[in-house]
């Protein structure tokens, strides 16, 4: 197909494919399907061989958020049953994290809930990274804690922070339809904070909010403006008890189409999937390696993954090699910028936690009887941080 090629050859040059050639990935048929992770796949394998670098979230504060976005189990009024704690202090986070890295993880993402830290959080935050740092050599710590305030980048920078989350999620033209509480603006806002202070900023979105095929193309190209070093594709998880409950637009073949575009757009950044990776690629998981580089190891913020174990043997059994911490996840040119992006630089806000989503994904070529609501598939976190129960990692 002339289309593959052209975006194979622009992949590996890190050229910015047209907004046509994503918008013709999207509506690709199912016939074409294995072909576009293929081409995806030699882009994926240029700049990223066969390594998938493991992530392991630490939910520092669950719930109790003030904010109103959709798709969050964590906002303002929502009645999820989700567990609700306030801030774990160091040795816990330290404890919990511990089990991610024994699990393989080299990131550590520290997230918590709300609009965004004050001081006196950033301080707790700082002694939290502090004590990870020290009980574990060689960890990448993100944090994600919502929108920043000036200075406060800086402040988790000093305090060891290698990079900082904060997710667009959804394009400009509907973020409004998704948040009342904060801006589009707002979080873009935050990204660019993370790079100046130096961080390595991660920004990604939300797939299946019943968005169109060019609000999706929309939010990618805004995040290869944005230049972040990894970019974290959510699937949402329509909880119940959130706004966005019934929306299950997605398929393993829709997702695996937007793994493919979002790797065309952003060639050479850390693709991670991230929530709803079990939800709805379901069996189809091992196929998304080979597009993505990256993925979350075990439970999500407020809802549970499955079994580390599982993720472990499914990489291996896809010929897949979990990445070491003595490995540099990104290609050189990247590796040794201050901090990088996606194509020349870019950031989100209060992104990898999220679990939800909205939206009718439009389109003939979505497989049928393939988006049945899958509530059997969706358990609200019941172990690890804030519980007596062992994480799983
Ligand atoms: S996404 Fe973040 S800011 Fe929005 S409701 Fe959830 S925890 Fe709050």
């Not at 944090?143 to 904060?166: F, K």
Request: with cysteine; glycine share 10%; net charge negative.
């Amino acid at each position: 197909m002339d289309l593959l090629n052209t975006l194979v050859d622009k992949g590996l040059r890190r050229e910015l494919p047209t907004r046509e050639e994503a918008l013709a990935v999207l509506a690709t048929s199912d016939d074409d399907l294995l072909d576009v992770v293929a081409a995806a796949g030699k882009v994926r394998r240029h700049w990223f061989g066969r390594r998938v670098k493991l992530n392991y979230l630490v939910n520092l504060k669950s719930g109790l958020c003030p904010e109103d976005c959709s798709y969050c189990s964590q906002r303002l009024g929502s009645d999820t049953g989700i567990l609700k704690y306030t801030w774990l202090k160091p040795d816990e986070a330290s404890q919990a994290a511990a089990a991610g890295l024994a699990g393989g993880a080299k990131r550590v993402c520290l997230v918590a809930s709300g609009r965004g830290p004050t001081d006196r959080d950033v301080d707790r935050v700082a002694g939290t990274i502090k004590a990870i740092k020290e009980q574990n050599e060689g960890v990448e710590v993100c944090a994600c804690l919502g929108l920043l305030s000036d200075g406060q980048a800086e402040r988790l920078r000093e305090a060891g922070a290698d990079a900082y989350n904060h997710n667009l999620n959804t394009s400009e033209g509907t973020y409004a339809d998704i948040t009342t509480t904060h801006t589009y603006a707002d979080r873009v806002d935050t990204v660019n904070k993370a790079h100046a202070a130096g961080l390595s900023a991660c920004s990604g979105l939300i797939a299946g909010m019943g968005e169109s095929d060019e609000d999706l193309v929309d939010v990618v190209f805004s995040l290869r403006a944005l230049d972040p070093d990894s970019v974290p594709v959510n699937f949402l998880i329509p909880v119940e008890g959130t706004p966005l409950a019934k929306e299950w637009n997605l398929t393993p073949q829709r997702c695996l189409r937007i793994l493919a575009m979002v790797r065309f757009v952003c060639p050479d950044v850390e693709v991670r999937i991230a929530g709803g990776r079990e939800v709805h690629l379901r069996t189809m998981q091992p196929l998304a390696l080979n597009l993505a580089n990256s993925i979350f190891l075990g439970d999500y913020l407020t809802t549970e993954g499955q079994a580390g174990k599982a993720d472990l043997e499914m990489i291996a059994d896809a010929g897949f090699e979990v990445e070491g911490t003595g490995e540099v996840t990104l290609p050189e040119h990247r590796a040794t910028a201050a901090a990088g992006g996606c194509g020349s630089h870019e950031s989100a806000g209060c992104g990898s936690h999220e679990d939800a989503g909205c939206g009718s994904v439009c389109g003939s070529h979505e497989s049928s009887a393939a988006n049945e609501p899958r509530t059997d598939l969706v358990a609200v976190r019941r172990r690890g941080a804030g519980t007596d129960l062992a994480p799983n990692a």
